[in-house]
């Protein structure tokens, strides 16, 4: 009877040993991977409706398919869902990944999360918008700050140098928000003595409130000569703005890419615009990513570039291959 119990034990044993095998090497339900050959990566954005987003995930996922990875690629709503965000990395840190992707929507709010993060040595990429912490391990970004003052001289140049301008930003809480608002500005304060900038008005990169910020502007200010759109939603809702207003001759720039800007650059509603490279922004995360869970080293930023667009320039192959449509 013993011999008989020891070998039922036994036999119970290898039943239980052969379930757990093949259970760690299936897909883990909860995201995380446990499957070395195939990392998790999770990406938390600051969107989702515009096509910048867009352009960014599908730069993440080709990536990520050269790298055998998977990722997950989600954002609030709008652009101004903070609350949204945080619940949306909240639950990203739940399923374990190997590496995070983040946007920050406020430079600050995720700080708890992201030392949690660090913690658990989940490495987290920062992209587009830096947040004020020392966790990320690098931030893949244009130069917003930069790229603004690109914008705030072309303004100077098309307006002949004085006159009153304009500003739509898309929020005063992300990074990009503030360094495509301030890039502007010192550039202004520094180079165009006679330009005024009137206060920046605010419209949550959402077109609508963009576009009826827009024409209050020029209700108040009947002598504005340029507006100047922080990202996509803003530009696209000056543009609407002016359209709606019946207002000719104003100088709009916009920030970003995106159809209807496209469409009116072409019509010469729009005068140019400053565009990212949405699709190396997500490839960048990626790389990124990877390179941090192989224990690699990283700079501290990663510049992603921009380009200037106009009428005599957008049909250049350069400039196409970093627009989104």
């Known amino acids: ?43 938390v954005s600051k969107g989702f409706q515009h096509q910048f987003w867009q352009a960014v995930k599908k730069g993440a996922e080709d990536e990520a398919k050269k790298q055998g990875a998977r990722i997950t690629f ?15 990395l909240t639950n990203a840190m739940a399923k374990k990944p190997d590496a995070i992707g983040f946007a920050a929507l406020d430079s600050k709010a995720a700080e708890g999360l992201l030392q949690q993060a660090k913690s658990q040595n989940i ?5 587009d918008s830096g947040v004020e912490s020392d966790v990320p391990l690098t931030t893949a970004a ?29 929020d005063q809480t992300s990074q990009t928000g503030k360094d495509r608002r301030d890039g502007f500005l010192d550039w202004m304060k520094s180079n ?33 000569k340029g507006i100047y759109g922080t990202n996509e939603g803003s530009a696209i809702g ?25 469409d009116a650059i072409n019509s010469g509603l729009e005068a140019g615009a400053i565009t990212q490279n949405p699709v190396g922004i997500g490839e960048e995360v990626v ?30 192959p350069k400039i196409e291959a970093v627009l989104y449509k």
């Open 1 to 43: 009877m013993r011999t008989r119990r020891i070998a039922t034990v036994t036999v119970a044993g290898l039943v239980t040993l052969g379930l757990a095998a093949c259970g760690q090497s299936g897909d883990n339900a909860g995201g995380g991977s446990t499957d070395k050959k195939e990392p998790y990566i999770a990406i």
């Open 74 to 88: 989600e954002g609030p709503a709008t652009e101004k869902e903070v609350e949204a965000q945080i619940t949306m």
């Open 123 to 127: 490495p987290v990429i920062a992209f």
């Open 142 to 170: 244009t130069d917003s700050k930069k790229a603004a003052g690109e914008a705030a001289k072309k303004m100077s140049e098309l307006i002949g140098g004085k006159g009153t301008v304009a500003v739509v930003a898309h």
């Open 192 to 224: 165009a003595p006679d330009i005024k900038v009137l206060p920046v008005q605010y419209g949550d990169g959402d077109q609508a409130k963009s576009a009826d910020i827009t024409k209050s502007i020029i209700r108040a200010n009947p002598d504005v």
């Open 238 to 262: 000056v543009v609407k703005g002016v359209q709606e207003a019946g207002t000719k001759g104003l100088t709009i720039i916009g920030f970003d890419s995106g159809q209807a800007q496209i």
């Open 287 to 316: 790389k990124a990513a990877m390179k941090a869970i192989n224990g690699e080293s990283l700079p501290k930023t990663i510049d992603t570039g921009y380009y200037w667009y106009d009428k005599t320039n957008i049909t250049d």
